[in-house]
T-cell receptor, first 113, second 116 residues
Framework: GESVGLHLPTLSVQEGDNSIINCAYS??????FIWYKQESGKGPQFIID?????DKRQGQRVTVLLNKTVKHLSLQIAATQPGDSAVYFC????????????FGQGTELSVKP | DTGVSQDPRHKITKRGQNVTFRCDPI?????LYWYRQTLGQGPEFLTY????????KSRLLSDRFSAERPKGSFSTLEIQRTEQGDSAMYLC??????????????FGSGTQLSVL
């Protein structure tokens, strides 16, 4: 399954499928990007980050892609599991802003067993 | 478990009352952040500390809000004369400033404030 557009708040996928969550960021000066996962009643949990001098970074079952030309970020989750169900936020940062992150709206991922 | 601890987890108060929240960061982290999150939205930056110094405050932080980190360890966020619009999740995060240019923030579970 794949989310499209800037403001699609929900994404529903079948267990075992790959998920793609998209995010458009606002500031061309941003040089650091992070994906967070937030489960109900909990704080955001760091998933993966990428700096602007890279266009792809892989973690365990997750891959982040960065397209600076169109200011677009995506999170790919391989073999999506029920435990992946959560809201996913992208966040952007510039070095001179320290840890001051600008968060996107978020996408709710629902995994059907 | 990220190691950032917040207390209380939930707070219900009446409009006009004062409330105070506490955050204990990861022990070796010198930076501490407060964010606010409303339902369906991403967290919004409020303020941050490096050790005991408060380095930046957002325009979202009205005069009724005050944050402290007196010994460079735990921090408190106080809201005076609460209003219904203050109802939100208040998140604390910590990080360590290193030679790397960007910081990885670790968030606590937040304090959910409901103002009646």
């Amino acid at each position: 399954g794949e989310s499209v557009g800037l403001h699609l708040p929900t994404l529903s996928v079948q267990e075992g499928d790959n998920s793609i969550i998209n995010c458009a960021y606002s500031n061309s000066a941003s040089d650091y990007f992070i994906w967070y996962k937030q489960e109900s009643g909990k704080g955001p949990q760091f998933i993966i980050d990428i700096r602007s001098n890279m266009d792809k970074r892989q973690g365990q079952r997750v891959t982040v892609l960065l397209n600076k030309t169109v200011k677009h970020l995506s999170l790919q989750i391989a073999a999506t599991q029920p435990g992946d169900s959560a809201v996913y936020f992208c966040a952007e940062n510039r070095d001179n802003q320290g840890g001051k992150l600008i968060f996107g709206q978020g996408t709710e991922l629902s995994v059907k067993p | 478990d990220t190691g950032v601890s917040q207390d209380p987890r939930h707070k219900i108060t009446k409009r006009g009352q004062n409330v105070t929240f506490r955050c204990d960061p990861i022990s070796e982290h010198n930076r501490l952040y407060w964010y606010r999150q409303t339902l369906g939205q991403g967290p919004e930056f409020l303020t941050y500390f490096q050790n005991e110094a408060q380095l930046e405050k957002s325009r979202l932080l009205s005069d009724r809000f005050s944050a402290e980190r007196p010994k460079g360890s735990f921090s408190t966020l106080e809201i005076q004369r609460t209003e219904q619009g203050d109802s939100a999740m208040y998140l604390c995060a910590s990080s360590v400033r290193s030679q790397e240019l960007n910081e990885k923030l670790f968030f606590g579970s937040g304090t959910q404030l409901s103002v009646l």
